[in-house]
Structures are given as C-alpha cells and as structure tokens.
C-alpha cells in the first residue's frame, strides 16, 4: 500500500518501530503533515493514497483555540479526500487525552491502547474503533550480551509519584536505582519537589540505541503504568500499558512494573512468569530485593518475557492486525 504517515520525525519512537516496520512490510511509506498544502497536493492526485496513518496528531493541551480551529478545519478536509484515516492513539498511554477528542470526530479509524477508551472515541463520533497496543521493533530493541553495570534503572520523564514518591523511597530503603530521563534534576519544573540525591543518580533523556543498552546492562528495569495526562473522562491517569513494556522486553531485560489486575498486562505477558509486578511502594522494594539475590529466577523470566515478545508483539504483528480488521491488506 501506499500509506500518508503523520508522525514525529526521524529518530524518533514512531520512526523507528511504525515507520521502520511498515516499510520493511514492503508499504511505500510518505510523511505528511495535516495541513492545507498537503490536503490540497492529495485533493489533485489521479491515484489516491491507500491510508492515512496519524499518531496522536491533534493539539496538545495548552495550545491556543486558533491552532485547535486550524487543525479542526484541516481534517474537515481530509475526511473529503476519500483517503481512508487511521488514528493511532499514542495517548492512550494516559487514557483519553485532548488530542484524541479533538482528532476523533473526522477519523474513519481509531485505533486506542485503552480498553476504556473504546467508548469515548465512540462517544466522540469515530465509526470505527480498533482495540490494539503498541509493541516494538526487533530489529532496534534487540538483546546484547552486556555485562551488567546498575542493579535498577528507570528510564522516563520525572513526575508525579515517580520523583516524589517511588525513586525515593528506594534510595530510603538503600536500592542502587538510577534514572534516565527529562526533569529528573530541573527544578525549574512546577510542583518539582527537591531531593538533592538524585542529582548524583539522574541522567538526561536519551536516544532509543542508548536507552536499548540500558536496559541490557540493568538487572531490574521499572515499568510505571502511569501516565503524565489527566484523562478526560476518567477525571485521573490511569494505570494502562505502556510503550516501555515492550521495549524492554524486545531487549532482554527483566521488567518489574506496577499492576493489580487494573489494566490489561495480563492480555500480552504472564505475571511472575514472562515478567514481575507489584502494587505497593513497600512489595516494590520487597520484590527488587529478592530479585537482586535471586539471579536464576529473574534470568529466566526475563528471557521469557523476551520470546513471547519478539514472537507476537511486535510491530508487523500489530500492523497485521489492525490492516484485517479493517479489510485491507
């Protein structure tokens, strides 16, 4: 096929596990943006595209009404084009987000991460929505015979509970946990609360290949379920799957995440088999504690965790998927 790509560029997650995989699926793959010049060159075409495949395209929170107007009108006329439209919501990581209201009136598809999120997208006027989840990219999430050199890591932005609760209570309870990731030493950041120790245990945000090595040369890599947005409906950030689920996993590493039968981890890795979950800040430490003394017993949940990702959650596998619910190929 022929599909319209609206992502961000290159190097970037999107590029590198959508745009990568539909490309080695052997789709001819062209980014656009949404904007008027791009409608109009798509309007004068004898041979229309296939798709248009968007992710999290829609003003962000914050932004003015003229941009949210501008945008509106835009996909006003892309629902003219008779170019089938594919929203991929990469919000869903946080629930239902502003992008995805905003986006999911002039949609043919959603395809949402949340379960709950099915409905607000109906609510909202799309004809069609898809249930799926992200995944990764073999080819750069890849396992690497590394020696180990951090006990825990956590790679992500500083919010929340992760900086003012999570990292440091285990630095309390002596855990040798480093992070990686925006804000973790800007204290600029609103309602950023101080801790001088993570100054000397924070890094900034790094590239995919770096983050790769990470989370080969980590014994325990934390998973948080939680999102940055608030959602719309829900009224908080729901605990729900993640990106970083698979890019761990596709990488070898033992993933130890939050989850008390609240999202739907159990749909795509077994608990305590394929990888290990907690609920409580005090089972968080009990937990790394084990595992740090029991190397037989992460190893092999890690290397679980790692077949059953690269066998079916990668992102042909997705893409299949969603290309047969919708009828095309």
């Known amino acids: 096929m022929k599909i319209l790509v609206t992502m961000a560029g290159e190097n970037s997650w999107e590029d590198l596990n959508m745009r990568q995989s539909l490309e080695k699926m052997g789709h001819e793959v062209i980014g656009c943006g949404i904007n008027s010049h791009t409608i109009d060159k798509i309007r004068r075409m004898e041979i229309k595209p296939d798709l248009w495949y968007m992710v999290s395209a829609g003003p962000h929170e914050g932004q003015s009404q003229e941009i949210v107007n501008e945008f509106a009108d835009n996909m006003e006329g892309l629902k003219e084009l008779n170019v089938p439209s594919v929203y991929f919501s990469a919000g869903a990581g946080c629930g ?91 204290e600029e950041r609103l309602g950023y609360i101080a801790d001088k120790r993570i100054d000397s245990i924070g890094g900034s945000k790094v590239p995919i290949p770096y983050m790769v090595d990470i989370f080969n040369k980590t014994k325990i890599n934390l998973c948080f379920s939680i999102g940055f947005h608030i959602d719309h409906f829900r009224g908080y950030a729901p605990r729900t799957m993640k990106l970083r689920h698979f890019e761990i996993t596709a990488s070898g590493g033992f993933m130890l995440t939050d989850w008390n039968n609240d999202y739907e981890l159990e749909e795509f890795f077994k608990p305590g088999v394929e990888v290990e979950t907690y609920d409580t800040e005090e089972e968080l430490v009990d937990k790394i504690q084990y595992y740090l003394k029991h190397e037989e017993e992460r190893e092999k949940i890690a290397q679980a965790g790692y077949e059953r990702c690269i066998k079916e959650h990668t992102w042909e596998n997705r893409f299949n998927d969603i290309f047969k619910k919708m009828g095309t190929k």
């Open 96 to 186: 239902f987000v502003q992008m995805d209201s905003l986006s999911a009136p002039h949609v043919e598809y959603a395809v949402t991460t949340d379960r709950a999120s099915i409905d607000y997208f109906r609510q909202h006027g799309t004809p069609h929505i898809i249930y799926s989840c992200f995944a990764a990219n073999p080819n750069v999430y890849t396992k690497k015979d590394l020696p180990y050199m951090y006990d825990v890591s956590f790679v992500g932005t500083a919010f929340g509970h992760r900086h003012e609760e999570t990292i440091p209570n285990l630095l309390n309870n002596n855990i040798n946990v480093r992070v990686w990731g925006d804000f973790w030493r800007d």
